[in-house]
């Protein structure tokens, strides 16, 4: 069994800064690219930021400049470090890894439980 596991939301003002985590744990093979998506209230969940597992990063416009993704494969882990927070970036957020955990197959998409940012204006 694989799980995810997100750390690090919470409550900022406008222009502050938060740093997410997520740790994959359990049978793990291998993992691919892994992302943050996040899911404002009456709205679609949407990518956030993506790395593959050589370290190639993407970005929607609305974030880049602003989130930088990470992730240390050794550990299996992500993070995503938000500056110049705005109350527009409020949503819950969410670590997808495309991940394999059985040799037999396949790879599938794996997803955390989410974690609250709440950008105050």
């Known amino acids: 069994q694989v799980q995810l596991v997100e750390s690090g939301g919470g409550l900022v003002q406008a222009g502050g800064s938060l740093r997410l985590s997520c740790a994959a744990s359990?049978?793990?093979?291998?993992?691919?690219?892994m992302a943050w998506y996040r899911q404002a209230p009456g709205k679609q969940r949407e990518l956030v930021a993506r790395i593959t597992s050589g370290g190639s990063t993407n970005y929607p416009d609305s974030v880049k400049g602003r989130f930088t993704i990470s992730r240390e494969n050794a550990k299996n882990t992500v993070s995503l470090q938000m500056n110049s927070l705005k109350p527009e970036d409020t949503a819950v957020y969410y670590c997808n890894a495309d991940l394999l955990s059985s040799i037999l197959g396949p790879r599938r998409d794996y997803w955390g439980q989410g974690t609250q940012v709440t950008v105050s204006s």
């Open positions: 359990g049978r793990i093979i291998s993992i691919g690219a």
